[in-house]
């Protein structure tokens, strides 16, 4: 994605990503964690705000820290990262509320022609299918994969 983006850090298995949230509310860290599923090379993408005190993500958190654009596009820029590391991988993403994932499916619809340049993309619809994705249509989760693994149209 072409917008501003927050610099990330990844541990050395590229699984985990940190930032920094700056914005009206202050200075919140934020965490990207990749976890592999029971599907072969299928992981699932969890993110929110760190906690210190826990050492876990509260993806259920509303920041509300002025800068959620800027937010998205560094999650979607460890997506970048990731599939570098792991280029077989399929990623699910899910929002841990159905506002969430109507975001999620909002941030891809605006940059999908960028998206779609390396990435395809199926959504998970109301008859429990996963189609490609289509503007306009209503998802409940997204599964995002490099077209060089065999899905190019």
């Given at each position: 994605?072409?917008?501003?983006?927050?610099?990330s850090?990844?541990?050395d298995?590229?699984?985990l990503?940190?930032?920094?949230?700056?914005?009206?509310?202050?200075?919140?860290?934020?965490?990207?964690?990749?976890s592999?599923?029971?599907?072969?090379?299928?992981?699932?993408?969890?993110?929110?705000?760190?906690d210190?005190?826990?050492?876990?993500?509260?993806?259920?958190?509303i920041?509300?820290n002025g800068?959620?654009f800027?937010?998205?596009?560094t999650?979607a820029s460890?997506?970048?990262?990731f599939?570098?590391?792991?280029?077989?991988?399929?990623?699910?993403?899910?929002?841990?509320?159905?506002?969430?994932?109507?975001?999620?499916r909002m941030?891809?619809t605006?940059?999908?022609a960028?998206?779609?340049?390396?990435?395809?993309?199926?959504g998970?619809?109301?008859?429990?299918?996963?189609?490609?994705?289509?503007?306009?249509e209503?998802?409940?989760?997204?599964?995002?994969?490099?077209?060089?693994?065999g899905?190019?149209?």
């Amino acid at each position: 994605m072409k917008h501003n983006k927050y610099i990330s850090r990844a541990n050395d298995s590229f699984l985990l990503y940190q930032f920094t949230s700056e914005g009206t509310k202050g200075s919140v860290r934020k965490q990207v964690i990749y976890s592999a599923t029971s599907a072969e090379n299928i992981y699932n993408l969890a993110f929110g705000d760190y906690d210190p005190l826990t050492k876990t993500i509260d993806d259920f958190s509303i920041t509300d820290n002025g800068d959620s654009f800027k937010v998205l596009a560094t999650v979607a820029s460890t997506v970048i990262t990731f599939t570098e590391r792991y280029p077989k991988a399929w990623i699910l993403v899910m929002g841990s509320t159905p506002s969430r994932t109507r975001l999620y499916r909002m941030g891809i619809t605006n940059n999908l022609a960028e998206i779609s340049e390396d990435f395809a993309i199926f959504g998970y619809n109301c008859e429990r299918q996963w189609v490609r994705f289509a503007i306009g249509e209503g998802y409940d989760a997204f599964l995002i994969t490099k077209k060089e693994n065999g899905h190019t149209s």
